[in-house]
């Protein structure tokens, strides 16, 4: 059974920081690419930040240069730094192994960030 845990989540000031973690169960780990996405009340998911199999990470613009994804294949779990977070940053967020066509997801967690 595959199991995808967040945690991290919570409620900060604008400007604060948030570690995310997602512990992965049930999969070969390092097989597997790693994204973040989050969805916010109303829109659409959007992918936050991934990161591949042997660990380049890449970045959604809104992202880049205060988000920083990482993964740890020995303790299969995948980390989303978050710095200088703005309130436009609140919303649920997920993580998800695998691809496209073929995907894992967790249940999420909130990140409100208060102005």
């Known amino acids: 059974q595959v199991q995808l845990v967040e945690s991290g989540g919570g409620l900060v000031q604008s400007g604060g920081s948030l570690r995310l973690s997602c512990a992965a169960s049930g999969i070969i780990f390092s097989n597997y690419p790693m994204a973040w996405y989050r969805q916010a009340p109303g829109k659409q998911r959007e992918l936050v930040a991934h990161?591949?199999?042997?660990?380049?990470?890449n970045y959604a613009d809104s992202a880049k240069g205060r988000f920083a994804i990482s993964r740890d294949d020995a303790k299969n779990t995948v980390y989303l730094q978050m710095n200088s977070l703005k309130p436009e940053d609140t919303a649920v967020y997920y993580c998800r192994a695998g691809w496209d066509a073929f995907n894992y997801w967790g249940q999420g967690t909130q990140v409100t960030v208060s102005s």
């Open positions: 990161v591949a199999i042997g660990g380049s990470p």
